[in-house]
C-alpha cells in the first residue's frame, strides 16, 4: 500500500540501480587497491616471532594488539552504536540513522585505511596495517559520521557514500599537514576530527540549503521511545570517551593520564548541561536534546590535551564550559543559524561539535605552550610532544603557536573542501528526497506495514487499526 | 500544551532556578576541591619514565592501565547503561531513570573522588588518581544507583543530588572502616555497595513514604517497550559483573579467579529465577520484572568471596540460591514491606541487592573463615587475605569474625544514614512531586508531544490524532 | 483480561511445573558435576604464585586473563545482547527473543565447560577452567542460538533447554573430532559453530516442520521499534565478531591478524549486502532483514581462516561475496526452502551462518593447503597450524584436505543429530503453542496489558484506552 502523501514527489528517489552501483563499484575498486598496497604489519603478520627475535622482545604481550585492543573495540562501539543510535532520536528516520551510518562508516573504514595508510604506514610500496591503523580510520569516519548530523535526513544514500569518499581523503591530506608537517599534537581529534568534521558538515548542508523544509517539519521532532534509542547513542559515546581520547597515545602514562583527564571533563559537562538545559527554558523543564548531546561536548573539548598534563580540575574547568556553551548554543545559536544563515543543522552538530572542537584546539595551544620540564619531568616532556629529531629545538610556546595554526588549517580545509563537495551534492542525480519528503525513512527503506497499530488497538475490536 | 492531569499539583516542582543553583554551586566547589588536591598518581604523571626506571620496571605493560581499564570500561557501562536502563521499566518514566541516573552519577563520581582520595590515596597533601580511582568512584556511585532504585519516580533532581553527596561521604566512611579498620576483604562490594546502598535507600524511601501512592499506580507498570528497554540495562549488567567483581582484585589470579566465580553463579541463578517466577505465577508464565532483576542476584551474592577461592561449584550454590531467594521476595517480600512496612521499594532493591547482598557477605564470611594454606598455598594465603604487618597474625577464623562484623557496620552505617538523609530530603524545598505526579516524566522533562499517534494512524486521515 | 484469540489454544502450554522441574533438575544435576569435576586452572587458583616461579614468569601480565579477557567479554556481549536482540525483530516477541536466548545461553554455558572440559581441559580426574573455557562455553552456546533462530518462536523454552542439554554434547563432540582427531583449525568457528550450529537448527525446524503457521503469519513479521531494538543486536555482533574471531587464537600475531581480517570482510560484506538489498527489490528499497543479518555473513566466513594470512584484500573477497550471497538467500532461498522443503526458518539461518559457514570452512581449506614458509616464515608456519609431535610432516595441501573433511563430518553430525534432537522435541510433551499462537509472548509471558494505548491517547479524553 503507497502512502498518499507520497504521490506529491517531484524528486526521483528510485535508488534501485544508482545505488547498487556505487556500492559495487567501490568496493571493488577497494579490493583491487588492497590488492595492490595493503599488507599486515610486523605485529600483525606471522613472521613476528622472528620480529620478536629482532625486537628483543621477550613477551607476546609487547604487541601494540594488547596495549591498544580495548580501545579500538570501544571507539568501534561509538562510531557505529554510539553516532548511529545518537541520530535515531527523529520519530520515523531511525533506520536511516543507524543504516546510512553503518553504510557510510562502512566504505569509510576501508577507504581511510588507504588514505591515511598511503600518508602514515607506506613501507617499500606496501600499507602495512595494525590495530592503531583500525583506530585511525575509525576516528576518520568519525568525522564524515559528524558531518552526517548536520545533513542527517535530508540527503540520499549515495550522497552520503560520495561525500564520504571527499571527506575521508581531505580529512587525511589535513591529518598530515597537521600531524606531519605542523608536528601539532591532536590525539583525540579536536581539531582533524571534530572541527574539520563539524564545519566541513555545516558548510555542506548550507549550500544544500532547502528553503521549503518547513514542509517536513513534523517530523523533525522525537517521540518518547525514539529519545530513549538516542540515549543509547548518548551513553556509548559519554562513557567511551576515555577510550577514544587515549587509544592513540603513547603506551603508558600518556594513554593512562587521555583517560582519566577525559572521564573528568565529561562527568563536569553533565552538570552544567543540567543547570543550563533547566534555566534557560520557561517551565524549568530538562531538554532531552541538550541531554543528548551537550554532555558529550566536554570529551570533545579535551580532544587535543587529554593525553598533555592538562590535570583533573583543568579537566573539570573545560567540561564546566562546554557544557554551558553547548547548551546555550542549541537554544540561541541553532535557530539564528537556520534563519539567518540558511544552516540547516539537523543534529546541531555546531553546538556538539563545532564550538566544542574549537575550544579543544585552543585549550590544546594553551595547554602544550604552557608545558614545562618540571611538569612533564625531562624525558615525559621530550616523549610528550615528540620533541626528537629535527623538533628538537622546538619550545613549547612554539608548539602552543603550531597547535593555533593546525586549528586555523583545520577550519580552511573544511570550508573550502565543503564548499566543494556541497556543490557536487547539489548536483540533481544522486536522488535526494523533495523537501517534504525528508526525515522520512519510507522513502529508501521497506518500512513495516504499521501492524503496530493493530497490537495496541487489540482491545478495541470495533475500531479497525487501518482504513 | 498543557496536559490537564497536570493542573491539579499542589506541589511546587518548578526546577528553573533552584536545579541550576545546585548543579553550579556543586561542579563549582568540585572545581575548587580538585584544584586543591586532585593531581595524578605517578602511573598516570608524565613523570612515568623516571618512575619506571625508579621501580625496575622494562615495560610499559606495567602500568595499572592495562591491568585494569578494560574492566573500569565494563564497569563504567554498568553504571550509566546497566543501571540507567534498567530502570527505564516504566511506562512514562524512562528520561527520569536514564537522565537522572546519569545526573547523580555524573557527580558522584567526581565527589567520590574525593572523599575516597582523602581516605585512601592521601599522599602529601594531595590526592594521586589512576584508574583504579575511577573504578572506585564508579563502585562508590553504584550504591548510590541502587539506592536510586528505591526512590525512582518519587523524587526531584535536587533531592537525587543531595542524597547523592550525603550517600557517597557516609560510603566513603563505611568503606574505610571495613576495608582499613577491620581489615576486610569486599573487592567486589557485597557489603559496602550492595548491603549498604541497599539498606541506606530502603530506609531513605520508608522516611518519605507515601500514603498516597495509589494514585499513581497507573504510572507504575511497564509497557511492551520499555520491558525491552528494561533488558538491555538487565543484560549489561549481568554481562559485565564479572568485569564488576573483578576490577580491583589483586593482579594475576585473583581478577582471573574472580571472573570465573562471578560467571558461575550469575548463570546458575538465570535457571533458578525462570524456575521460580513460573512455579510462582498461578498461570505458569515468566514475569519480566524477575528476569529483569532476579538474575542478577548471583552477581550481588558473591561480590566478597568471588576472589577468594570459593570454587566454582560454590559459585554456583550461591548463585542458585540467590536467584530463589530473589524471585520469592519479589512475589510475596515487596508487597509485605508496602503494605506492613510502609516501605514503597520502586525497583524492588531489597529483593535484587539487600537480601543477596547480606547473602554475600555471610557467603564471604564464610569463605574466608574455611580458607587454609593448603588450598590456598602459602604465599597466596597470605596473599589473598594480606596477612602482613600488623595483620601477619590473624587466622582465618578471625579474619572470618571481621567480615561478619563488617556486614553489621554496613548495616548500621545505611539504617543511620538513610534516616538522617531521608529526614533532610523531606523538608519541603526539594520540589518533589505531588503523589498523583510520581511516575511521570513530564513534570521534569519537556516530553515530546505525542505525534507518534499521529505515525501510527497515518492510515486512518480522518481520525485527527490530537484533540 | 485474556485476549479472545488464545481461547482457541488446542495445546497445554501450562509451564508451571514443568518449566521450573526441568530448570531446577539441571541446575542441580550442574552443581554436582561442577563439585566432582571442576576446579580452577593454575592461571586462576591461588597457588598461581607458586605456578609463576615455577614457568619462570616475572610479570602478572603473563597470566592468560589479560590476553582473553577484553576478547572475551566482547564475545559474552555478542552470546546475550547480539544474539537476543537480533531476534527482538518480532513485533510480538521480544520478551521470548531476548528472555529465552538468556535462559538457553545461561545453561548451556554451565554445560559446555563441563562437555568442553572434559574433552580438552581434564588433567587428573579434574577439568580446570580459565578464561579460554569461559570463551569456548559462549561459543558452543552460539551454536545453540544460531539454532534457536530456525525455531524461534515456535517453540517451548522446556524445548529449547532440551535441545541446548543435546546440541552442546553434539557440539563437543564435533569439537573434539575436528580439533583433536582431525587437526584442524577452526578458532573462528566457521565450520564448528556456523555450519554445525546452522544446519542443525535447519534440520530441527524441518522435523518440527507446521503446516498450519501462516495462521499466524500476521506475528512474524516487525514493527518500526522493534527493527531498531534487532538493530542493536545486529551492531554488537558486527562490532565485536573481530573479538570472536581472536579471542581463541595464539597470543600475537594470531590474535592481532584475526581481528584485521575480521574487521576488513564485515566492511566489504556491508556494501553489498545494501547493494543487492536495494537490487532486488522493484522498488529499490532497503530491506531492514537484510541489513540486520546479511551484514554480518562476512564476519562468518573469516571464522576459519581469519587467524591464517588470509590478508586483508582476501578477506574484502570473502566479505563480498558473502553480503551477495546472504542477501540472495534471504529473497529467494528462503521462500524456496519453506514452500518445497518445508524448512521454516524464522530467522534465516541459512543465509546467514549455513552458507557463509560453509564458504568459509572452504576459504579456511584453501587458505590452509595455500600456505608456504615464504609467506608465514618458518616459526610462523609451524605455529600457524601447530605442525609439531605427531603432525610435523604434514603439508599444507593435506591440512586442507582434512579442512574439507572438516566441513563434512560437521554437516554429518547437523544432520544426524538434529534429525535425532528434532524427534525427541517432536513428543507431545514440552506444552509448545499451537500453530495460531506461535510467535506470540502472550503464551509464556506476563505481557503488560496495554495502557501503553493509553499513553498514546491522553490528549482524547473522549476515546476508551481499553473498552
Excluded at 90 to 119: C, D, E, S, T
Excluded at 144 to 150: K, S
Excluded at 240 to 245: G, L, Q, T
Excluded at 450 to 467: I, L, Q, R
Aim: charged share 15%; hydrophobic share 45%.
Amino acid at each position: 500500500m503507497e502512502r498518499p502523501r507520497h504521490q506529491g514527489m517531484a524528486k526521483n528517489t528510485y535508488m534501485r540501480w544508482r545505488l547498487p552501483l556505487v556500492c559495487l563499484l567501490w568496493e571493488v575498486a577497494m579490493i583491487v587497491l588492497f590488492g595492490v598496497f595493503v599488507r599486515f604489519s610486523p605485529e600483525a603478520d606471522a613472521h613476528w616471532e622472528e620480529e620478536k627475535r629482532d625486537m628483543n622482545l621477550t613477551s607476546d604481550m609487547e604487541n601494540d594488539f594488547y596495549f591498544r585492543y580495548p580501545s579500538f573495540q570501544d571507539v568501534h562501539v561509538m562510531i557505529f552504536v554510539g553516532f548511529g543510535f545518537l541520530m535515531t532520536f527523529l520519530k520515523r528516520y531511525g533506520f536511516g540513522a543507524v543504516g546510512f551510518n553503518f553504510l557510510l562508516a562502512a566504505f569509510g573504514i576501508q577507504w581511510a585505511l588507504l588514505m591515511q595508510g598511503w600518508f602514515h604506514s607506506f613501507k617499500s610500496g606496501k600499507i602495512l596495517i595494525g590495530v592503531e591503523n583500525l583506530i585511525n580510520a575509525d576516528f576518520c569516519v568519525g568525522s564524515v559520521c559528524i558531518a552526517f548530523g548536520a545533513i542527517l535526513g535530508k540527503t540520499s544514500p549515495i550522497q552520503l557514500l560520495v561525500m564520504t569518499l571527499f571527506q575521508v581523503t581531505l580529512f587525511a591530506v589535513n591529518e598530515y599537514i597537521l600531524l606531519n608537517l605542523l608536528h601539532v599534537k591532536d590525539a583525540g581529534g579536536s581539531m582533524t576530527i571534530h572541527t574539520f568534521g563539524a564545519y566541513f558538515g555545516l558548510t555542506v548542508t548550507r549550500i544544500l540549503y532547502r528553503p521549503n523544509l518547513e514542509q517536513s517539519k513534523d517530523k523533525q521532532g522525537s517521540v518518547y521511545h525514539s529519545d530513549l534509542f538516542a540515549m543509547i547513542g548518548t551513553l556509548y559515546l559519554w562513557m567511551y570517551w576515555p577510550s577514544f581520547n587515549s587509544a592513540i597515545s603513547d603506551h603508558g602514562d600518556a594513554q593512562h593520564r587521555a583517560a582519566i583527564n577525559t572521564y573528568c571533563s565529561l562527568a563536569a559537562c553533565v552538570l552544567t548541561t543540567m543547570a543550563f538545559s533547566s534555566m534557560l527554558q520557561k517551565k524549568g523543564k530538562l531538554d532531552m536534546v541538550h541531554i543528548q548531546n551537550a554532555t558529550l561536548a566536554g570529551g570533545v573539548a579535551v580532544g587535543t590535551s587529554a593525553e598533555m598534563m592538562l590535570t583533573p580540575y583543568g579537566s573539570l574547568i573545560v567540561g564546566f564550559i562546554c557544557g554551558i556553551v553547548s547548551t546555550v548554543g542549541y537554544v540561541y545559536l541553532t535557530p539564528f543559524l537556520e534563519s539567518r544563515l540558511h544552516i540547516q543543522d539537523t543534529c546541531g552538530i555546531h553546538n556538539l561539535h563545532a564550538m566544542p572542537g574549537l575550544i579543544g584546539g585552543i585549550v590544546g595551544a594553551i595547554t602544550a605552550a604552557a608545558a614545562t620540564e618540571d611538569v612533564y619531568g625531562k624525558e615525559g616532556f621530550i616523549k610528550a610532544f615528540d620533541f626528537t629529531g629535527e623538533y628538537k629545538t622546538r619550545t613549547p610556546s612554539v608548539q602552543g603557536g603550531f597547535q593555533a595554526a593546525g586549528i586555523v588549517v583545520s577550519l580552511l580545509m573544511a570550508f573550502a573542501g565543503g564548499a566543494i563537495v556541497g556543490a557536487i551534492l547539489k548536483l540533481p542525480v544522486w536522488g535526494d528526497a523533495a523537501a517534504e519528503n525528508c526525515f522520512e525513512d519510507d522513502i529508501y527503506w521497506e518500512v513495516p506495514e504499521d501492524e503496530e497499530s493493530d497490537a495496541y488497538h487489540m482491545h478495541n475490536p470495533d475500531k479497525p487499526a487501518s482504513p
